[in-house]
């Protein structure tokens, strides 16, 4: 069974820059879109960033300008590009994705059907 597997996470101070890496466990798997969530102590899960195969991205307000998603094609590698980064960046950051083609890039966590366990980020002020 495939799986998700996040790395990259870590503390920083305030304005510093992190990169995330998404991987499936099997070459195989071929979804269409791969997004980026994270979920803040006492906070529900959001969406921050989306790529599909096609290329096209869509991000979260919160990180606009500060977060670049991105993608290996040929070793199925979602990345996060994390800069400029704040307290409130602070989460455990998910990667998700779906074969489903939807029309949209969404960050609707029902819309993704695999999930990895995570990796933390800190940000300290």
């Known amino acids: 069974q495939v799986q998700l597997a996040e790395s990259g996470g870590g503390s920083v101070q305030s304005g510093g820059s992190l990169t995330l890496s998404c991987t499936p466990s099997l070459s195989a798997y071929q979804p269409y879109w791969m997004a980026w969530f994270r979920q803040a102590p006492g906070k529900g899960r959001e969406g921050v960033a989306v790529i599909g195969k096609d290329g096209r991205t869509t991000y979260a307000d919160s990180v606009k300008g500060r977060f670049t998603v991105s993608q290996d094609i040929t070793k199925k590698t979602m990345f996060l590009q994390m800069t400029d980064l704040k307290p409130e960046d602070t989460a455990m950051y998910y990667c998700?994705?779906?074969?489903?083609?939807?029309?949209?890039?969404?960050?609707?966590?029902?819309?993704?059907?695999?999930w990895g366990q995570g990796t933390a980020v800190t940000v300290s002020s």
């Open positions: 998700a994705s779906t074969r489903t083609d939807w029309s949209y890039a969404s960050l609707e966590i029902h819309d993704y059907n695999l």
